[in-house]
């Protein structure tokens, strides 16, 4: 008889998790943007093959870190999908799916690049995307690693046994993939600025009162801590150290980022008063609301995103956000589109999310 201890079958399958289900698709949505961002002035008549690039000699102008980042970006997306078919298609099937997913989805991608004037197709990004999305998906199947066994482990040790859970699980995602952009207030989303145009003009730039950053910081801090606590299987009395683990992991994730992107002398732009007061009195209330009734929290967080975004919107243009703007260039112009909108719309997806399973919380 097989031991319980090991949850994998012998055909390699493992048992069924949403999670995987859920973060496959919306990482393929990510990589799909960030790859055709901005979407802008797309030329169709006059154009040659869009597979031509296939037989064009190696770039003439091309760094390690172009190839770097174009391997590194398909890998979480072989992972997820090898992760998600292992669970009806076994290791090898998974294995196979996954590379061919992640290799049409590259060459479909860079053939679009064809008909963007800011974009150039490139043989070896396409390569460089099939290997990320082979290597990310020969972790999840390799035999013996048992790293996804350990994610759903994980998921089913310290997150609720709810059918909401693996949705909220990604949004938490998306809420750590905002914080690679330098650009808002510190956790200061849902910014819509950028798509009007007003946020990239360093003329409006001028010091966002303390009181009113504080505001954002604290709304925001107060949101996501509730957020986070909604997905727990912990007791209430023990909140206090995941929510503690959760924080200093976002606020050190927010200084390496500064500290890359913007550089070391920019590093701590965003650690001013108003965001150290916000924090406090974020922390303060997330205190208070969590000693409270259970059904409250989702009206809480609802109330505080509503909130804070609408801070966010009718605070002036912070002068750190125009500091930042020499930071993206080459493929970080892509990705920082890709943050910029995940931080524009985060709130509103997370609202959704609270409407349609608020009431279960």
């Known amino acids: 008889m ?3 201890a090991d949850s994998r079958t012998p055909s390699g399958k493992v048992p069924e998790s949403r999670l995987f289900r859920c973060l496959a698709p919306v990482y393929a949505v990510l990589i799909v943007y960030a790859s055709l961002h901005p979407c802008s002035g797309w030329k169709f008549s006059k154009t040659p093959s869009p597979f031509l690039f296939l037989n064009t000699r190696w770039p003439e102008y ?9 391997i590194v970006a398909y890998l979480p997306f072989g992972f ?5 078919f292992r669970e009806w298609a076994g290791r090898r099937n998974a294995f196979f799916l996954s590379c061919l997913s992640g290799a049409a989805l590259g060459l479909c991608l860079e053939a679009l690049q064809t008909y963007l004037p800011s974009r150039v197709p490139s043989n070896i990004d396409f ?3 099939a290997l990320g999305a082979a ?5 999840a199947v390799w035999p013996g690693g048992g790293l996804i066994e350990g994610i759903v482990a994980a998921r089913t040790k310290f997150f609720a046994p709810h059918f909401r859970t693996e949705p909220g699980l990604a949004l938490l995602v998306l809420w750590f993939l905002t914080q690679f952009s330098p650009d808002p207030l510190l ?8 798509f009007s145009g007003v946020a990239a003009s360093a003329s409006f730039a001028e010091p966002v009162p303390l009181a009113l950053e504080a505001g954002i910081v604290a709304c925001h801090t107060l949101a996501i801590g509730l957020f986070v606590s909604s997905l727990l299987s912990v007791r209430e009395r023990s909140f206090f150290f995941p929510l503690a683990v959760f924080f200093c992991a976002a606020l050190l994730l927010h200084l390496l980022v500064s500290m ?6 920019r590093a701590f732009f965003w650690v001013t008063s108003g965001a150290l007061a916000g924090l406090a009195a974020g922390f303060a209330l997330l205190a208070l609301i969590l000693r409270g009734p259970s059904a409250s929290r989702a009206v809480f967080t609802g109330l505080a995103l509503i909130v804070g975004t609408a801070l966010v919107n009718i605070a002036p243009l912070s002068p750190y956000s125009t500091a930042m703007g ?3 260039q080459g493929h970080f112009l892509n990705f920082n589109g890709l943050t910029r909108l995940t931080s524009s719309f985060w709130p509103f997806l997370a609202l959704f999310y609270l409407a349609a399973h608020g009431r279960q919380a």
């Open 260 to 265: 890359i992107l913007p550089g070391p002398a």
């Open 2 to 4: 097989a031991s319980t």
């Open 135 to 139: 290597l990310g998906a020969f972790l």
């Open 187 to 194: 956790f200061g989303l849902g910014n819509l600025r950028h």
């Open 127 to 129: 390569v460089c995307n």
């Open 62 to 70: 091309w760094t390690a870190f172009d190839i770097v980042f174009n």
């Open 326 to 328: 020499g930071w993206n």
């Open 80 to 84: 997820l999908f090898a992760a998600f």
